[in-house]
């Protein structure tokens, strides 16, 4: 199947600072991509879906001037949590669909991000 | 919107021994994709087995095999001959058909223990 990454795996800051997250498609080309939001025991929740070359669009609930979305290449999105607070401390996972396979989307491993 | 719910948070079953995790979503649309996910510790997100919505025939992949009751908007999944390896999140999830810009809606999980 497609390989999906995302860097950096763990990441730890202090409140107040910016975490940029990527995501990338190893082996296809993705127009679109998916961020979901995965606090502990608890299931996924999509935030926002990145389209190549255009804005994101969010799910009702998230800021969107605090998740910013950037994908401008067809194998990369990117998540900056802004202003990062201990609340948005949680696990962030994106998935990208391949246009060859309309049904499916490949996960990336996902980032700890700890907001202290 | 679309709903997916999950009403067994955690199952048990004896290894070699067959178990069965339910889910059912609600939707108004006639054509979707439902899925069912499985998320080990390391928290990648694994597709297990999918169903588009107007095949009839149930999907199955080795030892996992679906009961997917379109009118009852019923989506169980029977794992036969549980190894220690099937032990992790289950996630059922939905998605809509057209065009593949829809992200996943999943529902809250069954944490599957298998017992040697």
């Known amino acids: 199947g497609a390989v999906v990454s995302q860097h950096p795996s763990r990441v730890i800051c202090k409140s107040g600072t910016s975490v940029k997250i990527e995501c990338r498609s190893l082996?296809?080309?993705?127009?679109?991509m998916f961020w979901y939001r995965q606090f502990p025991k608890q299931s996924l929740m999509l935030m926002a879906t990145s389209n190549e070359g255009s804005k994101a669009t969010y799910e009702q609930g998230v800021e969107k001037d605090k998740f910013l979305i950037n994908h401008a290449s067809l194998t990369l999105s990117t998540l900056t949590v802004t202003s990062a607070h201990p609340e948005d401390s949680s696990f962030y996972i994106c998935?990208?669909?391949?246009?060859?396979?309309?049904?499916?989307?490949?996960f990336g491993p996902g980032t700890r991000l700890t907001v202290l | 919107a679309q709903t997916v719910t999950q009403s067994q948070p955690e199952m048990s079953v004896q290894e070699a021994e067959t178990v069965t995790l339910s889910c059912t979503y609600d939707t108004s649309e006639s054509d979707y994709y439902l899925f069912w996910y499985k998320q080990p510790p390391s928290r990648q997100m694994i597709l297990v087995i999918r169903?588009?919505?107007?095949?009839?025939q149930n999907a199955t992949e080795n030892r996992f095999s679906v009961n997917f009751q379109k009118a009852a908007k019923s989506f169980s999944l029977k794992i036969s001959d549980s190894q220690l390896g099937d032990a992790a999140m289950y996630f059922c999830a939905y998605r809509n058909s057209g065009g593949g810009a829809d992200g996943l809606t999943f529902g809250k999980g069954t944490h599957l223990i298998i017992q040697p």
């Open positions: 998935s990208a669909r391949d246009p060859r396979d309309n049904s499916e989307q490949f």
């Open positions: 082996d296809f080309q993705a127009t679109t």
């Open positions: 169903q588009e919505a107007y095949k009839q």
